[in-house]
């Protein structure tokens, strides 16, 4: 038997990780630890051949420990279901290799945890294969050494090169995220502490896509200046002139890349500067952000016409084609999530994060006397905790109907989290149905109905196109901008505007039968606007319908009105906009102040409960305001940031 105090004396944790792997082969009569041999047929294993395979050799393990280890990986992949048979089976034909090759090149260790560096022992496994001439599953060592360096490690993630956002509490990720990796390792040793205390402060705060993207953005801020012989302490000594170069390299170096991609690596790289400034980083440039970067430094992004040109609506005999048969997909929770998508707009990963606990509520509506059934759900990249949309009675019962379906099938093993749509064995076990296996599926039926497009090509479904068609749907039955806003769960009155603007033919129509619309007259002397009557018949001055339409947004939004021009850009979201100089409130709006302030109240009660102090944080800024301007509203009765109400126009 094996010596235990070959394992590191001084880590008793280790230690006791190991010993509980002894206590799971111990399973079945102590078959799995007794045997190095273990056969295929056994009742308590397939107890069938596998790919005319009958045996799993362990025997070829010098070290006891680690041919424990490798039985527990098979064990518990044959247990948990986490591989197929035929992996095992894979995996196994590779022991006498792995065995040859940690005796030839690991030969001190006695555990498989010793190896340090993956990256050099996967170089080295690759070029020990092509030596002794063997194909195959290559990958086998790799797959074994992630599960055990996994179920050894003990070391904090945001301690680690490589996070995995899953594994750290407070951050923000969508359920249908498998891991969130962010990776440090090619960031400059010099750098790389500091640029990881950054995250960490980062990943509690904004989204795991958000903290993706501004990492390797980062990235490519740092490897560009080493590339043009900029060295270790560079960004303490950062300059204008250095901060100009990036920019021309930018443009210069990135030619197939977007506006926005250029536009993003630079307020990336000025937010990231400015917060380790303010937070007195050691890495932090000597100079103030505001004398590095310019206003002007910062590209243009796409223009929302361009945007709006890319968001992509089904055609409406597609949609109805796949509406007719979609009940044809055997998967039934496929069906549901599709009819889930086409009812609410939700995005597919909302669908995916539903909780059978607590997805489906009936409100008292006062007006119908009766209950109405609300959909319950969480929109993670917005951060709104509890999203509640209302939903048709047969919606709900088939949503009823899967509850319980749910509930039957589910463990605190097999689906901890309480998912609607959930995995219930193999490697992603505990985790929501894929939003890959939802597409795919539905352009299987698109294929077999031979749905076609314009062109006579067979039709690309895309997940995300039913929230693009939903949206346009709510907007030509005439639900208003903030209402849609609702619905759909965007922070941003700016984007469901975008969906707005398809529906232009329609408010054209309305406004052309609309005798008493008001319109505008700009008068030459005072350069101002001034309200006139259709009726009136003047030839100098006036601006047309659609001069306005393209010129000026006058949108109703939440709580007043904005009056900003077209040519800016909404750089801010729905919650600052009671900060926005375009901004015009009044007393006739306190209702919905005090709907708001209860609504956000009710979020931060939320908040506590599920332990999601980012949201608290948020919410307790916004309550901070809305009650502040509710105060005002009461004394000032009429407020506008620029001093001036456009009444006086």
């Known amino acids: 038997m094996f010596r ?23 399973q079945d009569d102590g078959y799995w630890l007794d045997n190095d041999i273990w056969d295929f047929t056994e009742s308590c294993f397939y107890g069938k051949l596998i790919e005319a395979s009958r045996y799993i050799r362990f025997n070829v393990f010098q070290s006891e420990i680690i041919k424990n280890e490798f039985k527990y990986f098979i064990l518990k992949s044959f247990k948990e279901n986490l591989y197929k048979g035929s992996v095992i089976k894979k995996i196994g034909g590779h022991f006498k290799y792995i065995s040859m090759f940690l005796n030839e090149k690991y ?39 992630d599960f055990l360096h996994d179920y050894y490690d003990k070391i904090n993630e945001i301690e680690k090169d ?106 990336y790289i000025k937010n990231f ?26 590209p243009k992004r796409e223009v929302n016409s361009d945007i709006i040109k890319r968001v992509k609506y089904i055609p409406t005999p597609i949609l109805e084609q796949i509406d007719n048969n979609i009940e044809c997909i055997q998967d039934k929770e496929i069906v549901i999530v599709y009819k889930l998508a086409r009812e609410t707009g939700w995005r597919g990963t909302d669908i995916l994060n539903l909780r059978y606990n607590n997805c489906l509520e009936q409100i008292w509506n006062t007006k119908e006397n009766k209950y109405n059934y609300y959909l319950c759900g ?25 509850i319980e379906i749910a509930k039957n099938k589910s463990t605190e093993d097999n689906n901890p989290k309480k998912y609607l749509f959930n995995t219930y064995n193999g490697k992603s076990k505990g985790r929501p149905i894929r939003t890959l296996k939802v597409i795919t599926n539905i352009q299987k039926l698109i294929k077999e109905k031979n749905i076609v497009d314009v062109n006579g090509e067979i039709y690309h479904f895309k997940l995300h196109s039913l929230r693009h068609t939903r949206a346009k749907e709510y907007i030509e039955q005439g639900l208003g901008i903030e209402i849609v806003q609702q ?33 505008f007259k700009l008068n030459s002397d005072t350069n101002q606007l001034e309200n006139i009557n259709i009726k009136d018949k003047q030839n100098d001055n006036i601006v047309r319908y659609e001069y306005v339409r393209d010129n000026l947004d006058a949108v109703k939004v939440p709580f007043g009105v904005c009056f900003k021009s077209k040519k800016m850009q909404c750089k801010t979201q729905l919650n600052q906009c009671l900060e926005c100089a375009n901004f015009c409130t009044s007393i006739e709006k306190i209702e919905e102040y005090e709907i708001e302030i209860t609504r956000v109240k009710k979020q931060i009660e939320i908040a506590e409960k599920n332990g999601r102090m980012d949201w608290k944080e948020k919410n307790t800024e916004r309550l901070e305001l809305l009650e502040d301007f509710l105060e005002r509203i009461k004394i000032e009765k009429v407020i506008h940031k620029n001093e001036k109400s456009r009444e006086e126009y």
């Open 4 to 26: 235990l105090q070959q394992l590191n004396e001084n880590n008793k944790e280790t230690k006791d990780k190991y010993n509980q792997i002894i206590e799971y082969l111990k």
């Open 107 to 145: 030969k001190e260790i006695t555990s498989l945890k010793d190896i340090d560096n993956k990256t050099e022992m996967i170089i080295k496994w690759n070029d020990f294969l092509f030596k002794k001439k063997v194909n195959g599953y290559k990958i086998a060592l790799k797959i074994i050494y």
């Open 162 to 267: 490589v996070w995995y956002a899953r594994n750290i509490k407070g951050a923000r990720l969508s359920a249908s995220v498998r891991t969130g990796r962010l990776d440090f390792t090619i960031i400059p040793e010099y750098y790389k502490e500091g640029i990881k205390k950054y995250f960490r402060a980062m990943i509690i705060r904004k989204s795991y896509r958000v903290c993706a993207e501004q990492l390797s953005i980062i990235k490519f801020f740092f490897r560009i200046f080493y590339q043009h012989g900029y060295e270790d302490g560079f960004l303490e000594n950062l300059t204008r002139d250095d901060v100009e170069k990036y920019i021309y390299w930018l443009s210069s170096e990135n030619t197939k890349k977007d506006r926005t991609y250029k536009s993003k690596c630079v307020t």
């Open 273 to 298: 500067i400015e917060y380790i400034q303010i937070s007195e980083y050691s890495i932090a440039p000597k100079k103030e952000v505001y004398k590095l970067f310019h206003y002007d430094d910062v």
């Open 378 to 402: 969480e929109v993670t990249k917005t951060g709104i905790a509890e999203l509640k949309v209302p939903i048709h009675t047969g919606i709900a019962n088939m949503i009823k109907s899967y």
């Open 487 to 519: 619905m759909l769960g965007h922070r941003s009155l700016q984007m469901t505007v975008h969906y707005a603007t398809v529906s232009e033919n329609i408010l054209y129509e309305k406004w052309k039968n609309t005798e008493e619309l008001q319109l």
